[in-house]
């Protein structure tokens, strides 16, 4: 068959067939057919390469089908494909366990397996409820930033404040009380609000993304904040949940956000380039203390929560060989290089009447346009149409552009994102 002809047939068979995520089927455009990815490119069916400049949803960090990365699954597939993790355990769920453990702040003692970003603040969640259940007091509420992101599941979706995914929920979620990320003008404030909050309502977790909220348009907040409100929560025991499954591995500049703050969070979540887009797994990993709450002699108090393909040891074996390249010096120079790269961007367009802020913090790069839109607006299709037509895939949220390459990205690859980033200025 004709190129063309496979194309126009895996659309039409698309269409017939799959509901996308985040898509309007009755207005969006066909999706584009996608056939190979290999480092920081993927190939559509017509033999065009796309730079992947957010690393597909922040997960392909260290490049697409890395070869240490697909022979370490490969092996382990050969080994033990997979078993049931209650009642069993295994060698890659040991591994990769003690080897996080190692490098999480280090009151994190415990790791949870899940299968996605949405399930491990899922799991985080109901462990905070339940840990206050199993002390005997009833905490039904949480606390979370104004605008922030944590998954489409129940719980994370009530943890989370961007209405176009959450709105025709908003009468079934949890209890929510909401805060201002903190900034050098509003610190007191935001502390203020809250005290009031904790000791007027029955606050059973605060639930957050430390320093970079991701959907919200890679918005930053202060470490000093963060690190003064979690103090606050922790003296009410209100458990503090840093939600690392974008900021995670590397992206701020430390290996995890949390290690840019003075107090660490009771609970961790982690996902996405945990096991470097080959695989779904996550992970809530918690403190001794929130461990040992679940521990007596009435088996409810247990944690009665599972999934079938938690811990699986294809996506365990992948973590521990993507953690391998997190600790190699190569990706340690790469993002040092990608943030220096950034910084060079950023000054060059600070002024730049038709640009806002622009920012970086580690690999993670964002400039804000001075256009009102929404956030699914038609110039949203415009910019991402732009981007996609010179081969970059970047996906704007609201007026902000934001790149998050995978650590090995070449330095003319990122100069093209940034060339595209600058060049789409030409048309608004
Ligand atoms: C900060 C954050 N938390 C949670 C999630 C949800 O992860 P998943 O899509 O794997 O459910 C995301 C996904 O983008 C995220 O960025």
Redesign the pocket.
């Known amino acids: 068959m004709e190129n063309t002809t496979v194309l126009q047939n895996m659309i039409q068979r698309d269409q017939k067939y799959i509901w996308h995520p985040l898509t309007q089927h009755k207005t969006a455009a066909p999706p584009l057919p996608i056939v190979k990815a290999q480092g920081a490119l993927f190939w559509d069916d017509q033999g065009k390469a796309y730079v992947d400049g957010i690393a597909s949803?922040?997960t392909a960090m260290y490049g697409h089908a890395h070869p240490h990365i697909v022979e370490a699954m490969h092996q382990q597939l050969q080994q033990l494909d997979f078993v049931m993790f209650s009642g069993f355990t295994h060698q890659p769920a040991l591994d990769l366990a003690e080897r996080l453990l190692s490098l999480l702040p280090e009151n994190q003692s415990k790791v949870f397996f899940n299968d996605?970003?949405?399930?491990?603040?899922e799991a985080a969640i109901k462990m905070a409820i339940q840990y206050h259940h199993n002390k005997g007091e009833v905490r039904d509420t949480l606390i979370a930033f104004e605008d922030g992101?944590?998954?489409?599941?129940f719980g994370?979706m009530s943890a989370s404040g961007i209405s176009s995914y959450n709105g025709p929920f908003k009468d079934f979620l949890l209890k929510v009380d909401r805060v201002p990320v903190p900034t050098v003008e509003n610190h007191n404030a935001v502390l203020t609000q809250l005290e009031e909050l904790i000791s007027k309502h029955r606050c059973a977790a605060f639930v957050f993304?430390p320093l970079v909220q991701?959907?919200a348009g890679m918005k930053f907040h202060t470490a000093e904040g963060l690190d003064a409100m979690i103090e606050i929560c922790q003296k009410s025991d209100v458990l503090c949940v840093a939600?690392e499954?974008?900021?995670g591995f590397g992206k701020t500049g430390t290996i995890f956000a949390s290690d840019q703050l003075q107090n660490s969070p009771d609970i961790l979540?982690l996902?996405?380039a945990l096991t470097a887009g080959m695989f779904?797994l996550?992970i809530t990993s918690c403190s001794e203390k929130v461990y040992e709450a679940f521990l007596s002699d009435e088996v409810t108090k247990g944690f009665f929560h599972a999934h079938t393909y938690s811990a699986h040891p294809v996506g365990c074996a992948a973590a521990l060989a993507a953690l391998d390249l997190l600790q190699s010096d190569e990706i340690s120079e790469r993002r040092t290089a990608i943030a220096k790269q950034h910084l060079q961007f950023v000054k060059r367009m600070a002024g730049n009447p038709l640009v806002g802020e622009v920012r970086n913090k580690g690999v993670i790069l964002a400039m804000d346009l001075k256009v009102k839109t929404n956030r699914y607006g038609s110039l949203r299709d415009t910019l991402y149409n732009y981007f996609m037509k010179r081969g970059v895939n970047l996906r704007p949220l609201g007026n902000t552009i934001y790149t998050l390459p995978p650590y090995i990205i070449t330095d003319e690859q990122l100069a093209q994102i940034h060339q595209v980033m600058e060049d789409v200025l030409e048309t608004l």
């Not at 992101?149 to 599941?153: R, S």
Request: net charge negative; aromatic share 12%; charged share 15%.
């Open positions: 949803w922040y996605n970003g949405s399930t491990a603040i992101f944590h998954g489409d599941t994370a993304e991701g959907a939600d499954i974008m900021t979540c996902s996405k779904p996550s």
